[in-house]
């Protein structure tokens, strides 16, 4: 156990024997419309536009040559590695008229070609064919590359950031996170499978119940409620960012028995939360990663993208299968449980935009996320 591990382990255990769990230095009320109003939206998309934000898992560009198009807030990319192996990310825009230079969503191509008129550009972005130029007029191809996002690779992770701040690098971003998500080594790791799911529910509400550490006992009684202790809980404040750790009820009962307990680490899951949305759950065999994504135009809305992630090395067919027996257990419990309570929660807010949702001492996780969005929001003059 490394010394971080040792001291989260160590507070945890103080926790469980006396029945205390760490708090938050105020209560929270956050007002209903936060989630229904579309002018809290926009101030909200504003933010998130001013972030580095997860594009893509750096595994999904393998190799030199390879692409991957994704759409982020509305902006379609186009990511790719070069023979060097760099990534660079544009905005898969053809500079003539506006056409998407590549519609496939992932694949290997030494270049890419708008279907509209056929203008073809390099994977560093260069335009390097104009079909019919002599007939066009000169086309300038120096002033004329795909245009540019900023982006970073870093902890094996694509990040693209929207904001201009071409001085700040994801380390900046992530201050003390930066080293929470080294030690996880994502890099290493490839993307063993993924899924996304709309959701008529603002995407705090799935921020909310992802973090949530008062309800597994009640909303989950026959699954993770029976493996996770609800009341206790470390919270680690890193500025924009936050980590939480809960206990597995068998941690509970060895120290009840006054049992050695060897490799204590095992007996805590931990969730870091990079803002503004993403969610990291480091499992034994695999991590679970989370993207929660606004509707732009409803409130009432998101996208969630859930991707398994296991280091190449160490997957074999009994990874595979726990794995498997993993994502069944998430499923169940977020489509069947979850996701039904957070859209009752979304139809009720509809109904009566007024007032406030309360989040007590021992909800920090919760929290968090709507205090540092807040702050954001008045460093940006949302």
Known sequence: MDAFMEGVYNRMVEHLRAGTTDMAEASLSVPIAHFTDADHLKREVEVFRNQPLVAAMASELPEPGSFLTRDLLGVPLLMTRDKAGKVSVF???????????????KGKKPFFVCAY????????????????????????????????????????????????RADRTVADYLGEADERLAAYGVEKTVVFMEKWIDLAVNW?????GAIDVLHPQFLHPTGVGKLIHTSSAVCLDYGRHFQSFSARKRLLEKL??????????????????????????????????WNV???????GRCRIHIRFL???????????ERIMRSWAILEQAATEEDFPMEETIQVNANAHPVGDFHYGLCEGPCQHLHRQMAREMEVAGA
């Not at 056409?99 to 496939?104: I, S």
């Not at 296991?310 to 595979?320: N, S, Y």
């Open 293 to 299: 994504w606004p509707d732009l135009a409803d409130p």
């Open 91 to 105: 905005r898969n825009m053809c500079r003539h008229r506006g056409g998407k230079v590549e519609q496939e969503e």
């Open 204 to 208: 705090k509400l799935v921020m909310d």
């Open 117 to 164: 008129h056929g203008w073809s550009y390099d994977a560093q972005g260069a335009l390097r064919g104009v079909p019919y130029e002599e007939q066009l007029g000169p086309v300038d191809r120096s002033c004329n590359s795909l245009h540019r996002v900023h982006s970073e690779e870093r902890h094996g992770i694509i990040w693209v950031d929207f904001s201009g």
């Open 310 to 320: 296991v280091d190449a090395a160490k997957l074999d067919d009994a990874v595979a």
């Open 256 to 289: 009840k028995a006054g049992e050695t307990i060897d490799a204590g680490w095992r007996y805590i899951s931990g969730n870091l939360m990079v803002f503004p949305n993403t969610s990291l759950i480091p499992t034994p065999d695999h991590y679970e990663y």
